[in-house]
């Protein structure tokens, strides 16, 4: 086997061709996963079809080949729709209207364990947050392989610094997509984690691994926003506990009985995760959550833009835990003594209702971390914790340690809890 997973699509007429490439070409594939890879390769295909599909937004989605069944296509459905409601929202079109996926007749079927050797794929994204699933599955004694989906050079130099084996999944994405999109052709936000998620299900299965741990918070779970029709429109959608559940169910229909795919951070808002994180110090001059420097056509920063959305949660998010000078040497500013951008902090307080459509953690966070800002003296002098510290006045707002405390439905295994 190559290693090279070629998806083909057609939109308009137009023949588009998504690739992914594995590590360890040529790889050896097993007889007793066959057709279990194979189930894992329809989730790939099917949706990473949401890239293409978004182009033109067609009436009408067929298959060529193989054709989900009807459970299966109640699933895309709902992948589609919740997992493309920021790019609807964004581009004025109603999820209600899309076509819903046709699937054949129910088959009864179930999947047996593979007998998968004990070791986990852990994916990185160059933040804070996987690099801290890597320290809760190293202090748990599990045998970790790291991996990326994608070349980005940031997360392939963070994940040097942990010591690991590390794996780099390609993905190419058809050229004309990009072209399309500069004639005018709809395009916004996918599910990519749900994307990553499918190409490491196939990975895990050829490789050898039983689990695939994410590092997705409890804090994913909490809408971006609410549209005009009472619909929640999250940007994280395919971070959510909700999307994990989706995916377990898949996996237990069609796929493996032995084979676990969670987020061993489940339990924890960004809040908590900050507070580990600052004493991951090792981490601290390499890591970024800039996504500025993960775009499919290269970064487009130095590690912080210290402008986005992103930047403005991270460093208000850690500021509790760490001193100024610590995280002025991280970012290369000190965000919080610019007044210019306190208008950035001040979205993600959510005043209004509406959260950035980013990867932040949720609004009553921000405004803990503002408070306990406002308590500490080596912050609460900084311009915008002056700013906008009077704005949270007569709010009710929990205090840090309470939201820093684990708690909330998970997916995470038995053994695995100590140290998550």
């Known amino acids: ?43 790939l295909h099917w949706t990473a079809g949401v890239s293409y599909w978004k182009a033109g937004c067609p009436n009408e989605l067929e298959f060529a080949d193989r054709v989900p069944d ?38 009864t079927s179930s999947v047996t364990g593979l007998g998968l050797p004990r070791r986990a794929l852990v994916p990185m994204g160059g933040g804070k947050d996987s690099l801290v699933a890597l320290e809760r599955m190293l202090a748990a004694g599990e045998a970790v ?33 990009g072209e399309l999109n500069r004639q005018g052709a709809f395009n916004g936000h996918v599910p990519i984690t749900a994307i990553n998620a499918a190409v490491l299900i196939v990975l895990a299965l050829i490789g050898g691994f039983n689990r695939v741990v994410f590092a997705n918070e409890r804090s994913a779970d ?57 004493a ?14 993960f775009h499919l056509d290269g970064s487009r920063t130095e590690r912080w833009c210290g402008q986005c959305p992103k930047c403005h949660f991270v460093f208000l998010a850690l500021a509790p835990f760490l001193p100024p000078e610590r995280l002025r040497t991280i970012f290369g500013r000190d965000l919080l003594a610019d007044p210019e951008q306190a208008d950035g902090f001040r979205r993600l307080l959510a005043l209004e209702g509406v959260k950035p459509f980013e990867c932040v953690g949720e609004a009553v966070e921000a405004r803990a971390a503002l408070v306990a800002l406002g ?9 915008v914790v ?11 707002v929990p205090d840090l340690d309470d939201l820093c405390r684990p708690g909330g439905e998970h997916l995470i295994p038995d053994d695995l809890l100590a140290d998550a």
């Open 375 to 383: 308590e500490q003296p080596a912050w609460r002098d900084h311009p």
């Open 280 to 293: 991951l110090e090792q981490y601290h001059d390499v890591f970024s959550s800039c996504n500025r420097n």
């Open 70 to 107: 009807r459970w299966q296509a109640d699933w895309l459905t709902r992948l589609w729709r919740e997992g493309l409601a920021e790019f609807a929202w964004c581009n004025r079109l109603d999820v209600d209207a899309w076509p819903r996926f046709e699937g054949r007749e129910q088959q």
């Open 222 to 278: 909490e809408q971006t926003l609410i549209d005009d029709k009472g619909r929640a429109v999250n940007h994280q959608f395919s971070k959510s506990l909700v999307f994990e559940r989706m995916l377990w169910q898949w996996i237990r229909r069609y796929v493996a009985a032995d084979l676990e795919v969670f987020s061993i951070l489940r339990q924890d808002r960004e809040l908590a995760i900050c507070r580990e994180f600052s």
């Open 145 to 177: 392989t790291t991996v990326q989906v994608g070349s980005a050079r940031l997360i392939y130099e963070v994940a040097g610094v942990t010591g690991q084996a590390h794996f780099v999944v390609s993905r190419r994405v058809d050229p004309l997509l």
């Open 1 to 43: 086997m190559s290693g090279e997973i070629q998806l083909e699509y057609e939109l308009d007429g137009l023949s588009l061709t998504e690739t992914f490439t594995l590590p360890g070409a040529p790889l050896d594939l097993p007889d007793h996963r066959v057709a279990a890879i194979e189930s894992a390769l329809d989730l």
């Open 386 to 396: 002056r700013e906008l510290l009077p704005l949270l006045s007569g709010m009710e």
